[in-house]
């Protein structure tokens, strides 16, 4: 007999934990898993020689008054407005955030403090990688790697919309709606990112600003001045993000991190090639392509009485972050609607 | 003819400082910009071109006769459908739709079309023309519509009451056979004082409605199953029974 839930959020980033955090503000019993160690997807926070680090979002922005409340309860030391110091006049990976009205802020614990504070009080299982679907006849069930099911009479998935669309496709004699649901999904694809960590002696030579876009690297999008968010470092941080297309290309090649680093080199001076310490990560899935933005999140009705819900910053307008925020709550919203009526 | 033409003149002279705190909960302030004569094969109109604070939309309002400061101007809203209005699509009844109303405005002494340019009611053209792929593969789209954007956005309406009020208009006779869009305009503060039947007369390509209605019992058919409701507003064609 499997576990019962009433939710299982398959996915704890900002937007299957605003989705699990409004259900159980509601009463709702729901629980979310997630194959890392840790929460908060892309928002997150990796120590490296201790420092912490901000490997994937290197900030938080937004307009909605809602979102940025959330943003403002965080228990954690804000650094409000930043990035003050943006260098560069390549496009940034959100453009958004930089337009007036909108609100901006990272954490000197790393913006990680944010999802984590999204999951008090919420019981998230980590490290639980979900390995397909039921959706056919009964209740949907997640069934684990090891072969362990939870059964749940509404599933949500808030992953990337590729690693829902693997999941959707693992469900044997998936029923109509899920067919709508994959269409969708497979409408546009999110945009890898190489991304890498690198510390320097506190000495270095480092830059003045805080962000830059270089206008002229087709390999570097982003590099964030990360030390400048912490009190104190004993590094100077560097973190290296590199174009869409760019990481695409070398994936899967070894040496990416030094080809990033010769790039960051010439653009920002020699001192930059030759880092005391490097953290490489592979955001497979960094970001959502604009192109397939939609309006809302996904809840369709399953013929064996349960319910399958899709969110994550792909499923609200604007993208990011807060896209995912809005999107996980929109989707709590419906659910607590259907179960009222 | 010229209507109403110093009128409109100096609601776009008064709006070059406006600022203001909105309308609705998402909080719309606009400002009447530019204003010329456009005649058009169904009459005389004057075209008001409007900014706005929340979407970079360039909607207009189309006006005929003397409107500014006036009590029951018929007043219709469409919502741009490039397919529909401009290509002559048979998946929608947009461009019937857009002709009957200015027919009907034009009739009269007076009335007012509000062109409000979100393509698709929701975020584009693409997702439209997604959204007619899903249909193709067969798939149920009621739900896909919703994410794809196909829905009422309360910005809408929150965006043509204020730019009824920047015209001046003390009260409209709305040309709908939409109730919902009275409740919404209502809650905008526009005083609606009466409703005009849209009514479309019939031709070889709305045939299929009228086929649909006697399929099917009751006059208000609701086609959002099969296609996109993207004006909002039930088809009535001549010969169903009028709302």
Redesign the interface.
């Known amino acids: 007999m499997p576990l019962g839930e009433s939710v299982l959020v398959v996915g704890a980033g900002v937007a299957g934990l605003a989705c699990a955090r409004a259900l159980s503000a509601a009463g709702a019993s729901v629980s979310v898993i997630d194959r890392a160690r840790g929460v908060g997807g892309r928002c997150a926070t990796r120590r490296v020689e201790g420092q912490p680090v901000d490997l994937g979002v290197a900030f938080l922005h937004g307009r909605d008054p809602d979102f940025l409340a959330a943003l403002e309860s965080v228990p954690a030391t804000p650094l409000p407005g930043w990035p003050q110091e943006v260098h560069g006049t390549g496009r940034p990976c959100q453009p958004e955030a930089f337009r007036p009205g909108e609100g901006r802020r990272a954490y000197v614990e790393g913006v990680n403090a944010f999802p984590r504070w999204l999951a008090r009080g919420i019981g998230v299982r980590l490290g639980a990688r979900v390995e397909r679907l039921e959706l056919s006849d009964r209740l949907p069930r997640a069934v684990l790697e090891g072969g362990e099911a939870i059964e749940a009479e509404t599933l949500v998935l808030a992953l990337a919309p590729e690693q829902s669309g693997r999941l959707l496709a693992s469900a044997p004699a998936a029923p109509s709606p899920v067919a709508t649901a994959r269409a969708l999904l497979g409408m546009a694809a999110s945009e890898p990112s190489l991304s890498l960590a690198a510390l320097y002696p506190s000495s270095a030579d480092g830059p003045r600003w805080q962000v830059c876009y270089p206008s002229e690297s087709t390999v570097l999008q982003l590099a964030s001045h990360d030390s400048t968010k912490r009190r104190a470092p004993r590094f100077l941080a560097m973190v290296f993000q590199a174009h869409p297309r760019w990481s695409r290309a070398h994936a899967d090649r070894p040496e990416w991190p030094d080809l990033l680093l010769a790039e960051a080199a010439r653009l920002l001076g020699a001192w930059a090639a030759a880092p005391l310490h490097r953290h490489p990560h592979r955001w497979r899935f960094a970001r959502t392509d604009r192109s397939g933005e939609m309006a809302s999140p996904l809840l369709v009705r399953l013929p064996g009485g349960g319910r399958l819900g899709l969110c994550g910053d792909r499923f609200a307008p604007g993208g990011g972050v807060e896209a995912a925020w809005l999107s996980g709550r929109a989707l709590a919203g419906r659910i607590l609607a259907e179960e009222g009526a | 003819m010229r209507q109403d033409g110093d009128a409109l003149d100096e609601l776009v002279a008064r709006d070059r400082d406006h600022e203001c705190e909105g309308y609705g909960s998402s909080q719309v302030c606009v400002r009447a910009v530019a204003v010329a004569d456009l005649p058009t094969r169904f009459g005389a109109f004057r075209l008001v071109g409007f900014w706005n604070n929340r979407d970079s939309k360039e909607h207009v309002a189309m006006v005929h006769g003397a409107v500014v400061g006036e009590e029951d101007v018929p007043v219709r809203l469409h919502s741009e459908c490039l397919t529909g209005d401009v290509m002559g699509s048979l998946r929608c009844d947009c461009r019937d739709q857009l002709t009957e109303a200015l027919r009907t405005i034009a009739r009269g002494p007076r009335g007012v079309l509000l062109y409000l340019r979100q393509e698709g009611r929701?975020?584009g053209l693409?997702?439209k023309i997604?959204a007619y792929a899903?249909q193709e593969?067969g798939?149920?789209?009621v739900?896909?519509n919703?994410?794809?954007?196909f829905?009422d956005d309360e910005r809408d309406y929150a965006v043509a009451a204020h730019m009824l009020k920047t015209l001046g208009i003390r009260s409209v006779r709305l040309i709908t056979n939409n109730p919902d869009k009275i409740r919404q305009l209502t809650q905008h503060g526009v005083v609606v004082a009466g409703r005009i039947p849209h009514v479309i007369p019939p031709n070889e390509f709305n045939r299929f409605y009228l086929e649909t209605k006697a399929r099917r019992s009751g006059h208000m058919i609701d086609l959002t199953e099969k296609r996109l409701a993207e004006q909002s507003d039930p088809v009535v064609v001549e010969g169903m029974e009028t709302p």
């Open positions: 929701g975020i693409l997702n997604r899903l593969q798939l149920d789209t739900e896909a919703r994410a794809l954007g829905r």
